[in-house]
């Protein structure tokens, strides 16, 4: 059953879409979610050996998972169905996500966190999917926008519930994961199947490829666009005790105020993609990312600093919605759901390399100059989409 505007665009059911959003959450809540816990974790785990690593793979191994598996899940789902890899992946979050909360080793607690982010992988893939095949192409902007809107909220409720969890008992962020068991109640009730032609394996056509040149520089704009923003959460909280004697509280509202920004753009995204091209709105993500770390690393106060973050949360706000619709508009329906799946494993690839490659450089030049690079960075790759979009016909 479908709803239609008076501009003739076709709307499924709302409880459809809210479903799909709540499940959208799902995915921006895997790592925020413990984050909190890590130093209780520390302490619990002490005695074992090599503890101070395993910890902190706890939180990195699921976008490990994530890389490796996003692509073997999207094509599984071109041939059973979406819904089905989106129950089976809801599953493996529950048990990967919650075995925190009852194992008691750190090699076990590694094993859960690499099907949670199995689990994470099918769900990324499959609900955008779901999402785009639901709603007409004109209805994409709207739905996809709303989608980054409560990705945004998400992070903020994980960051503000983890913590108060995590003040009780290290392993009570765990018991986060287990709003998915809802999430599999009501896919079934509200969330069919789209009738999506599949691609026919014997189609080598260019429209049937999830590689595609203009699909490879998506691939490559949801990587560098990572790494240059995951600068922030994962070095920000340093340097904003540098600039402003921040501590981990205020350090911890700045970024969720980053993820507040991200909300907002989403639910401003109809209006923006109404009068922007994505090729424009990809110009406008990587000149916030440019301003915003600019600014952030060149901060002598911890208000320029947090104007900084605010600026690229801007950023990150119109980077979910505007690679997927840009993408879901390029690539064949059939092989729609191959090509969010290499979409999510460039994005966790630059959630794994931002620290690798930025570590080096803030040992070489200093932590606000590592900011600065990066936006400059930023700032020549939307200079490239813009030289691109401008030479197209």
């Not at 691939?219 to 920000?236: C, D, E, N």
């Not at 995204?269 to 690393?297: D, E, K, Q, T, Y």
């Not at 605010?310 to 979910?320: D, E, F």
């Not at 919605?321 to 092989?335: D, K």
Request: aromatic fraction near 6%; charge should be positive; proline fraction near 7%.
């Amino acid at each position: 059953m479908t709803e239609t505007t008076d501009a003739g665009v076709r709307h499924p059911p709302r409880s459809l879409l809210a479903t799909l959003l709540g499940v959208s959450t799902m995915t921006i809540m895997a790592s925020a979610t413990i984050t909190p816990a890590l130093p209780g974790m520390q302490r619990h785990f002490a005695a074992e050996p090599h503890a101070e690593l395993l910890v902190r793979l706890v939180l990195t191994l699921p976008g490990l998972a994530i890389m490796v598996s996003a692509p073997l899940l999207a094509k599984l789902s071109g041939r059973t169905g979406r819904v089905p890899v989106l129950l089976a992946c809801l599953a493996l979050y529950t048990v990967g996500g919650g075995s925190g909360l009852l194992l008691d080793s750190l090699p076990a607690l590694l094993v859960g966190r690499a099907v949670l982010g199995i689990g994470i992988a099918g769900i990324m893939t499959t609900s955008t999917a779901l999402i785009a095949d639901h709603h007409d192409p004109a209805d994409h902007g709207r739905a996809l926008g709303l989608q980054g809107a409560a990705m945004g909220f998400g992070g903020v409720v994980a960051l503000l519930l983890g913590g108060l969890l995590a003040a009780v008992d290290w392993r009570g962020p765990f018991a986060i994961y287990l709003l998915a068991i809802p999430m599999v109640a009501l896919v079934l009730r509200f969330v069919p199947d789209a009738r999506v032609q599949p691609t026919d394996p014997r189609d080598t056509t260019t429209a049937a490829s999830p590689w595609q040149p203009r699909l490879l520089g998506l691939y490559a704009l949801i990587f560098i666009g990572v790494v240059v923003f995951y600068t922030v959460p994962t070095q920000a909280p340093f340097w904003l005790a540098e600039v402003g004697g921040a501590g981990p509280a205020v350090a911890g509202a700045l970024i969720a105020a980053v993820n507040l920004v991200m909300t907002l753009v989403g639910l401003n995204f109809r209006r923006l993609r109404a009068r922007w091209s994505f090729p424009r709105l990809a110009i406008a993500m990587f000149a916030a990312f440019a301003v915003g770390l600019v600014v952030l690393g060149t901060a002598s106060a911890l208000w320029t600093a947090a104007l900084g973050m605010v600026v690229v949360g801007l950023g990150v706000g119109l980077q979910n919605p505007t690679i997927n619709g840009w993408l879901v508009s390029t690539a064949s329906p059939g092989a729609r759901t191959r090509s969010l799946g290499l979409l999510t494993s460039a994005l966790f690839l630059g959630q794994f390399s931002s620290p690798l490659i930025a570590q080096p450089v803030i040992d070489a030049v200093g932590m606000g100059t590592t900011f600065v690079l990066s936006g400059a960075l930023a700032a020549v790759v939307g200079v490239v989409v813009a030289a691109i979009h401008w030479r197209s016909p």
